[in-house]
C-alpha cells in the first residue's frame, strides 16, 4: 500500500513539473513577441485621420512627441469608450510630465471611434 501512495506521488510530482514548464514556455515565447514589435507601423486609414485631426502635431504612435506616444497611451488599458472621453477631455493628471493637451471639442465621433479602436489594438 505504500509502494502506492508514493508511485501515485511520484507522478503527481511529475505532472506539476509538466504543468509549470509548459507555462514558462508559453510566457517566455509570449515575451519574446513582444520584445520583436519594436515599431509599429500606422496604417494609411489610421494616418489620414491622425493629419486630418491634428493629432500628428502632439503624438506618434511610437515614440514620444509633445504628447505620449500612442503605443504608450495604449499601455495604460483604457477601453475604447474611454479612450474616445478622454481625446475630448483630457486629463493632464494622467501624464504628469507631459503639457496639458487642448481639448478637441469639434471632433467626429467617427473619427475618434477609429482612432480610440486603433490605439486600443496597439497594446
Ligand atoms: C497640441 C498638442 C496635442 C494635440 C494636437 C493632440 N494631443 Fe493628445 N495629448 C497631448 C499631450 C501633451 C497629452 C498628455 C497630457 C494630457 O493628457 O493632457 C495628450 C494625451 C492624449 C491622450 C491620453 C489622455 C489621458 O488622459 O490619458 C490621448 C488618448 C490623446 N492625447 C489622443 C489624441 C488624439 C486622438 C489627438 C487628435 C485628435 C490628439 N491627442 C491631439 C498633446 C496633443
Partial sequence: MRN???IFLVIFLLFI???TSQKEKELSSENS???TVSYI???DNISSLLVKNTC????DTNKH???PSFRNISSKNYSVEKIIKLI???NPKNWPS???MIPIDDLNQDDARNIAIWIKSLD
Avoid: M, N
Fill in 88 to 90: 475630448v477631455r483630457p
Fill in 4 to 6: 502506492f501512495t508514493s
Fill in 56 to 59: 500628428i502635431a502632439c503624438h
Fill in 65 to 67: 512627441k509633445v504628447g
Fill in 17 to 19: 513539473v509538466g504543468c
Fill in 33 to 35: 513577441k513582444k520584445a
Fill in 41 to 43: 507601423e500606422t496604417p
Fill in 98 to 100: 507631459y503639457p496639458e
